[in-house]
């Protein structure tokens, strides 16, 4: 499935790809953190008691069956197995926990360094390289390609960026990148010979450049982003946890499901984010509830990706490749094939038959399998679309609470995302529904309009609110 990356960026997932992302050039460097040791890791949190304010409040909220417009609460069905909201939130009190540990630690270490403001909460420890100097200037050539990468992908995005601190911006660079990457293992030129233990490779390399072992240069700016900011491991296994259901589960029977698909392929970004974007010093925010809004943007997007490519994910794919496949085949840690390794050209047709609908609320809406790959617009069709966009909405409602109470130079690129995103519904409605044969879409006027409004936003301070 398509996913994004839009907290930094949660961009969900596009069907594109880029020869640039291959992985060819290999080095090691090890990275350590001044001291000399590694930064440990927070272990995981409890959730035997969610906090009743903002947490219960998110679950209430969200966890709702929308296929007729109509809400229903799955709190009110007593049931001993845990939802995937309380199992995502486990995970969200771990990320949170760790931002306050390392900043604990820097404010323990810092009290009588006079900092900048705007960098207060960006917990920038200048990591050491073991390896000596001259291994800057890789450093510095790997984040310059992260960047590149950014700017030809997500290009309003990368426009943002480009008012946050330097350090900032080449480590959001280097965590779009790598999301990436991810993501093209299933949706790229080559995702018709990945495998399950393809992607157990990927999440090996993953280990490594966590510690400190890069395997490429763009490995090895996520290497150094990773010790100078408090970001935890769990949700880069748990995006490519994703690309594993991408291989395996091509139905998904209730939101329940669906839900943790969509924190899995998209959620997990803006855990990955929050740490590098920094809160602001003013915020009375809860570090709790900034996550819980950085979590609903990814599951706003890709909510809005899966009723944007309904038609898309349900159709024959075809991949026409001009470029020489072997650039593509360390993706999977194997040539494709001998054609391949001679530079032969590359074809492919075949069904992806995904529907990230939820089942139950297709059925309980009238609708089957057969009426999407059918590709009619009916009256069942517009109100079942109806339900489906009311939630994806309540989602960015959510996710707007936290966005204010980022770090000012982070916010204006994770607003204008929202904003631009959330268009896409709208664009869903004028299109009648018809996410069969009409792809919505942003168009540029509208985009231009758009930045103001975010900048406007982004300058306004946060809540001040306990």
């Known amino acids: 499935m398509s996913s994004g990356v839009h907290w930094v960026v949660c961009w969900p997932k596009e069907n594109t790809s880029h020869a640039l992302l291959s992985l060819t050039t290999t080095t090691t460097t ?224 209730n939101f329940d499901e669906l839900y943790l698909y969509c924190y899995y392929v998209a959620g997990t970004v803006g855990l990955m984010s929050v740490p590098v974007m920094g809160i602001a010093p003013e915020s009375k925010a809860s570090t709790e509830s900034v996550y819980n809004a950085a979590l609903a943007l990814g599951i706003a997007n890709q909510l809005t990706n899966i009723l944007r490519d309904v038609g898309e994910e349900a159709s024959p794919m075809q991949y026409k490749i001009n470029v020489p496949i072997s650039d593509f085949s360390s993706w999977a840690g194997k040539p494709l094939s001998n054609a391949a390794s001679f530079g032969a050209k590359l074809d492919i047709n075949a069904r992806r038959g995904r529907i990230y609908l939820p089942q139950d609320e297709l059925a309980q809406a009238g609708l089957s399998d057969e009426d999407i790959f059918r590709g009619k617009v009916t009256d069942k069709w517009r109100s079942f679309m109806k339900g489906q966009i009311k939630r994806a909405r309540m989602f960015f409602d959510e996710a707007e609470k936290g966005v204010a109470e980022l770090n000012s130079a982070s916010r204006w690129p994770v607003w204008a995302s929202l904003l631009l995103y959330r268009k896409i519904l709208d664009s869903i409605e004028a299109n009648d529904y018809d996410n069969f044969t009409k792809r919505a879409y942003v168009g540029k006027a509208k985009k231009f309009l758009s930045l103001p409004v975010a900048y406007a936003r982004a300058v306004m301070r946060p809540s001040q609110a306990a």
Request: proline share 6%; glycine share 4%; net charge positive.
């Open 30 to 253: 090890t990275f350590l953190p001044r001291n000399g040791s590694p930064f440990r890791r927070s272990k995981m949190y409890s959730s035997s008691s969610f906090p009743s304010s903002s947490s219960s409040k998110l679950k209430l909220r969200l966890s709702t069956s929308l296929s007729t417009g109509a809400l229903a609460y799955s709190g009110t069905v007593a049931t001993p197995a845990r939802s995937s909201e309380e199992k995502v939130y486990e995970v969200v009190l771990k990320q949170a926990a760790l931002v306050r540990e390392h900043r604990n630690i820097y404010d323990n270490n810092n009290n009588n360094i006079t900092q900048n403001q705007n960098d207060s909460t960006a917990l920038d420890f200048n990591p050491t390289i073991t390896d000596g100097t001259t291994n800057w200037d890789l450093l510095n050539d790997a984040y310059f390609r992260c960047g590149e990468v950014c700017a030809e992908y997500a290009k309003t995005f990368y426009l943002g960026t480009l008012l946050m601190t330097p350090e900032r911006r080449k480590a959001v660079w280097a965590i779009y990148v790598w999301c990436r990457r991810t993501d093209e293992l299933v949706d790229g030129p080559n995702a018709p010979h990945i495998t399950p233990k393809a992607l157990d490779r990927w999440e090996q390399r993953l280990t490594d450049l966590f510690e400190g072992r890069p395997f490429d240069m763009y490995d090895a700016a996520l290497s150094h982003t990773v010790s100078k900011y408090p970001v935890d491991i769990q949700p880069f296994r748990d995006m490519i946890e994703g690309m594993r259901l991408d291989l395996r589960k091509p139905r998904y029977k």
